[in-house]
């Protein structure tokens, strides 16, 4: 199984290099039309805020599209890579790849998927409401929320890069 996660300026030359059949998209509801990758293959696109709790006027991350990520997810049969990719790299598509990665695994520990996250990713943040929406419809009471804090805030940065989950 190839999980790949990058920001959306890596997109292009990631989906080149990997070809792969699924892409995640996690950009915000005012990212202009063009700005939203058309790949080859199976794509889904969300579109909300890369916010912790609601806030007037901001679109949060919401059980629907969780479970439009979960379903997704399930459809692919990983012959081939699944790329998830949000603006930045670093918070949206760490936390889209973390539910997938315990969607994969049911029986692997959250806080050892987190833990690989952390090494393959230094900066990685991932957004804390869409684990929490993601733990709760994956039944992981809780273990996904605190294996996500344990690992703390990540390194900052402008940008993430290209890597493997």
């Given at each position: 199984?190839?999980?790949?996660?990058c920001?959306?300026?890596?997109?292009?030359?990631?989906?080149?290099l990997?070809?792969?059949?699924?892409?995640?998209?996690?950009?915000?509801?005012?990212?202009?039309?063009?700005?939203?990758?058309?790949?080859?293959?199976?794509?889904?696109?969300?579109?909300?805020?890369?916010?912790?709790?609601?806030?007037?006027?901001l679109?949060?991350?919401?059980?629907?599209?969780?479970?439009?990520?979960?379903?997704?997810?399930?459809?692919?049969?990983?012959?081939?890579?699944?790329?998830?990719?949000?603006?930045?790299?670093?918070?949206?598509?760490?936390?889209?790849?973390?539910?997938?990665?315990?969607?994969?695994?049911?029986?692997?520990s959250?806080?050892e998927?987190?833990?690989?996250?952390?090494?393959?990713?230094?900066?990685?943040?991932?957004?804390?409401?869409?684990?929490?929406?993601?733990?709760?419809?994956?039944?992981?009471?809780?273990?996904?929320?605190?294996?996500?804090?344990?690992?703390?805030?990540?390194?900052?940065?402008?940008?993430?890069?290209?890597?493997?989950?």
């Open positions: 199984m190839t999980l790949l996660v920001p959306l300026s890596k997109v292009e030359s990631a989906a080149a990997y070809r792969p059949s699924h892409m995640v998209s996690l950009l915000s509801p005012s990212s202009p039309p063009e700005s939203w990758p058309t790949p080859d293959g199976e794509h889904l696109r969300l579109a909300f805020h890369d916010i912790a709790a609601p806030r007037d006027g679109v949060p991350p919401g059980g629907e599209q969780v479970a439009e990520l979960l379903a997704f997810a399930a459809r692919w049969d990983a012959t081939r890579p699944l790329l998830v990719h949000c603006w930045a790299g670093v918070s949206r598509s760490t936390a889209a790849a973390f539910i997938i990665a315990c969607q994969r695994a049911p029986g692997r959250e806080a998927i987190a833990g690989a996250l952390r090494i393959a990713a230094p900066y990685a943040t991932p957004n804390p409401l869409l684990v929490a929406l993601a733990d709760e419809t994956l039944g992981r009471g809780g273990r996904m929320i605190e294996a996500v804090a344990a690992i703390g805030r990540g390194a900052e940065t402008f940008e993430g890069a290209l890597f493997e989950l």
